[in-house]
C-alpha cells in the first residue's frame, strides 16, 4: 500500500498551520497529492420554526456560513503556498453533515488528516468527528494534536497490538507512515497479545521496518494511559492504534482506550478501524 490521495478538513482557520502543515508535509515526503475539503453545514432551523424565519434571515446565515468557508480555503491556500504545493493540490467544498462529507470525499483516498478539538466547547460536529469517521469512514484517519506536534518522519512509531481484526487493518494500513519513521516499536499489554506481537512484529521486519517488540504487563492502568506515557517517555511522533466504537441510537460510541488516547494525546494519533 502507498499514500497517494491525502485529504485534510479543517475547521477553523486558525487549525490550519498545524492540521494542513502536518498534512502537506506528509504529502511531500509520500509524494501525495493533497485535498483540501470545506463542510458547509446545513442550516438548522427547528421543526416549529419551519416557515416562520424570514428569507433574509436564512439568507445572511447562508452568507455566514459562505464566509466562514472562505476563510478556511484561504488559510489552507496560505499553507499550500507556503509550501510549493498547490500544484498537488485543490479545495473543495461538501455540503453536508461534517462526517457524512469528509468520508464522501475520502472514498478516493488513502488518508484522512484532521485535527484534535481544541477545547470542549466546539460543536458537537467536531467534537464527534474522530468517532464519526471511525465508524463511517472506509479510510484511515490521522489526528493531530492542538499542541505539542513534531514531524512524524525520523521519530520512534508506537504501534498498539491485542492481535485483533482492528489492530491488524491498523498495522497494514500504517505501512507507509511507517516507513517514515526512524523506528518502529510493537507494544502488547498483558500477556494475551504476547504471541501473536511476535508474529506481528516479524511482519513488520519483513517490510524492511527497524521493529522493536516491547511487552508492558497488564497493571490499573488503560492500556491508552500505558501507550500515552510511553510516547511522553520516548519522545515518540505517531502512535498507531485499531480504533474501537459501536452505534448507540445515533451516537456513534468509541471504546475507552481509543478514547482515552484522543482525548489526552500530545502526538499524532493513526486510527483503523
Not at 17 to 43: F, M, Q
Not at 91 to 97: E, F, S
Not at 166 to 173: I, Q, S, T, V
Request: with cysteine.
Amino acid at each position: 500500500m502507498s499514500i497517494k490521495t491525502i485529504v485534510v478538513t479543517i475547521t477553523e482557520a486558525d487549525e490550519a498551520a498545524r492540521v494542513v502543515g502536518t498534512a502537506l508535509d506528509l504529502a511531500e515526503r509520500l509524494d501525495a497529492h493533497l485535498v483540501g475539503v470545506g463542510v458547509k453545514r446545513p442550516i438548522a432551523v427547528p421543526v416549529y420554526s419551519m416557515g416562520a424565519i424570514p428569507d433574509t434571515v436564512l439568507e445572511q446565515l447562508d452568507s455566514a456560513e459562505d464566509e466562514r468557508l472562505g476563510k478556511l480555503r484561504e488559510a489552507f491556500q496560505h499553507q499550500v503556498k507556503l509550501a510549493d504545493w498547490a500544484a498537488r493540490s485543490d479545495w473543495r467544498v461538501y455540503a453536508a453533515p461534517m462526517a457524512m462529507a469528509v468520508a464522501e470525499a475520502a472514498r478516493c483516498a488513502d488518508l484522512i488528516v484532521i485535527g484534535q478539538p481544541v477545547d470542549d466547547n466546539v460543536p458537537d460536529d467536531v467534537a464527534m468527528l474522530a468517532g464519526d469517521l471511525v465508524m463511517n469512514a472506509s479510510t484511515p484517519i490521522l489526528m493531530v494534536p492542538n499542541i505539542g506536534a513534531k514531524p512524524i518522519a525520523g521519530g520512534e512509531a508506537l504501534v498498539g497490538w491485542n492481535g485483533g481484526r482492528e489492530a491488524a487493518r491498523a498495522l497494514h494500513d500504517a505501512l507507509p507512515m511507517l516507513r517514515l519513521a526512524g523506528k518502529v516499536t510493537l507494544v502488547t499489554v498483558g500477556g494475551d497479545a504476547v504471541v501473536s506481537g511476535e508474529e506481528a512484529a516479524e511482519y513488520l521486519a519483513r517490510h524492511d521496518l527497524k521493529v522493536t517488540l516491547q511487552h508492558e504487563p497488564s497493571t490499573e492502568l488503560d492500556p491508552g494511559d500505558v501507550l500515552l506515557n510511553l510516547a511522553a517517555d520516548r519522545d515518540a511522533r505517531l502512535i498507531v492504534i485499531g480504533a474501537y466504537g459501536h452505534s448507540r441510537l445515533r451516537e456513534y460510541v468509541l471504546g475507552g482506550s481509543t478514547r482515552t488516547i484522543l482525548d489526552h494525546m500530545t502526538v499524532p494519533v493513526m486510527l483503523s478501524r
